[in-house]
């Protein structure tokens, strides 16, 4: 896992990363957890994996006021390079938000 900056959020952007927003706790479990949940999917597994809190996602992005994260909110991020997105798109939508996070991308392309 890398910690990401803005230049990696833009193109995170761009490209239409995946995204997790809200990983709480210790971010190599989510990673591991994660990587498990995408194989038994058949989607294949994330080349690399960002990392960053809200406050540089709030910065890169504009947010402020409603919109805005919370500073310490964790986003795990990874690009769909190699992945199955069609099999990534069932398994969002088996696993849709609890609660605890939510899953969304940048891209409408997604």
Not at 27 to 49: H, R, S, T
Request: with cysteine; hydrophobic share 40%; net charge negative.
């Amino acid at each position: 896992m890398q910690e990401a900056n803005a230049q990696i959020l833009n193109i995170a952007r761009q490209e239409g990363w995946y995204v997790i927003t809200g990983a709480g706790g210790d971010i190599n479990d989510w990673i591991i957890g994660y990587n498990k949940l995408l194989a038994q999917f058949g989607v294949g597994q994330p080349m690399e994996w960002y990392h960053c809190n809200g406050a540089l996602f709030d910065a890169t992005f504009g947010l402020q006021g409603d919109d805005a994260y919370q500073p310490d909110i964790s986003f795990l991020f990874f690009p769909l390079n190699g992945l199955d997105v069609e099999k990534l798109r069932a398994f969002q939508k088996e696993n849709p938000d609890d609660g605890f996070f939510t899953t969304l991308n940048f891209s409408a392309e997604y």
